[in-house]
């Protein structure tokens, strides 16, 4: 099911959102819509206040960006098939330099700007079974991730 995405100024996208448990009702529902919504929206990433659940979730699809003529044959190939869920996720660590890319966000269509992000992160999030991962990305992987 294609959900709305709240655009900005809506008050779910100021909300801290709470974590999530195993038995939050209609989980694997609730991603399943959302990753429809994200790719009738042409998105690469969504998080779920942009549909209206104050909780926190995101997911990922960076199949879009392989095919990029501003990636590496190297990003490239760690961005092909990448698909996945971050459920609690958290940065852990930032580091390396410090670098623009012109972004979009499906909340605020038809803009885009120069956002400013370090290169690596460390972040650690639950996957769809609940398994805790620690994980550290770097180059485009990491302006997707830092949702």
Same mark, same amino acid.
């Given at each position: 099911?294609?959900?709305?995405?709240?655009?900005?100024?809506?008050?779910?996208?100021?909300?801290?959102?709470?974590?999530?448990t195993?038995?939050?009702?209609?989980?694997n529902?609730?991603?399943?819509?959302?990753?429809?919504?994200?790719?009738?929206?042409?998105?690469?990433? #969504?998080?779920? +206040?942009? *549909?209206?659940?104050?909780?926190?979730?995101?997911i990922?699809? =960076?199949?879009?960006f392989? %095919?990029?003529?501003?990636v590496?044959?190297?990003?490239?190939?760690?961005?092909?098939?990448f698909?996945?869920?971050?459920?609690?996720?958290?940065?852990?660590k930032?580091?390396?330099?410090?670098?623009?890319?012109?972004e979009?966000? #499906?909340?605020i +269509?038809? *803009?885009r700007?120069?956002?400013?992000?370090?290169?690596?992160? =460390?972040?650690?999030?639950? %996957?769809?079974?609940?398994?805790?991962?620690t994980?550290?990305?770097?180059?485009?992987?990491?302006?997707?991730?830092?949702?």
């Amino acid at each position: 099911m294609i959900l709305p995405i709240y655009g900005y100024g809506e008050p779910v996208l100021r909300k801290v959102c709470d974590d999530i448990t195993p038995d939050y009702p209609n989980l694997n529902e609730t991603i399943t819509n959302m990753y429809e919504t994200m790719y009738h929206a042409h998105g690469v990433g #969504l998080a779920a +206040p942009q *549909v209206g659940m104050s909780i926190r979730l995101f997911i990922v699809d =960076t199949e879009p960006f392989a %095919d990029s003529d501003d990636v590496s044959k190297e990003e490239a190939a760690q961005l092909k098939g990448f698909k996945k869920t971050f459920i609690n996720p958290k940065i852990i660590k930032e580091e390396g330099d410090i670098w623009g890319f012109n972004e979009g966000c #499906l909340s605020i +269509p038809d *803009v885009r700007e120069d956002v400013f992000r370090h290169d690596i992160i =460390t972040i650690e999030y639950m %996957d769809e079974a609940f398994n805790k991962k620690t994980e550290v990305y770097d180059g485009n992987s990491t302006r997707i991730r830092s949702y």
